[in-house]
């Protein structure tokens, strides 16, 4: 426990059982980035140093549940899908990061944003610019211009956008 900032989870899953087209997929990322906002901005912390924290990172988390089902509807193997597993997880990072970016229009950048890895296009450690970014085609010019053109101009309204979501009670 920091008595200074506290990490509050702002969460929530994309069920990839019930998304049968990318275009949905983009449409359920977008949405799950804004609702997760909203939850931000509406929300009061039972703590100060919760509060704290949630106002200098708007800290977000989307996860997703039901890849397996999600495989059995498209008739794919699970053994043999990492490929694919990798491209559709790109795509949601790559549409939760745009969103984010989209989301400066109403929010502004979140306050911790200068300095950041994010503004220095060091996406999920990583830097934009390394040849081997991604391995999906023409996936690397796409993550450099979302940097150049809107990251490094806009910032992001977000300090973080994925986690491994809780999916069932515990």
């Not at 359920?28 to 100060?48: D, G, W, Y």
């Not at 944003?113 to 296009?121: I, L, T, V």
Request: hydrophobic content about 35%; charged content about 20%; some cysteine.
């Amino acid at each position: 426990f920091n008595e200074e900032y506290s990490h509050v989870c702002n969460l929530t899953s994309l069920n990839l059982a019930k998304i049968d087209t990318l275009e949905k997929l983009e449409q359920a990322v977008r949405m799950a980035v804004v609702s997760l906002n909203q939850i931000v901005t509406l929300s009061t912390s039972p703590l100060e140093s919760t509060r704290k924290h949630n106002d200098l990172f708007r800290i977000i988390g989307i996860g997703a549940l039901g890849y397996h089902d999600h495989l059995v509807l498209k008739g794919m193997n699970y053994t043999g899908s990492a490929d694919y597993a990798y491209e559709l997880f790109e795509k949601i990072a790559y549409w939760a990061i745009d969103e984010s970016v989209n989301e400066t229009n109403y929010l502004g950048e979140y306050p911790a944003f200068s300095g950041s890895d994010w503004e220095n296009g060091i996406f999920f450690g990583r830097n934009v610019y390394d040849e081997d970014f991604s391995s999906t085609p023409g996936m690397n010019e796409k993550w450099i211009r979302l940097y150049e053109n809107k990251v490094s101009k806009f910032g992001m309204a977000n300090g973080g956008l994925l986690a491994i979501a809780p999916n069932t009670g515990t």
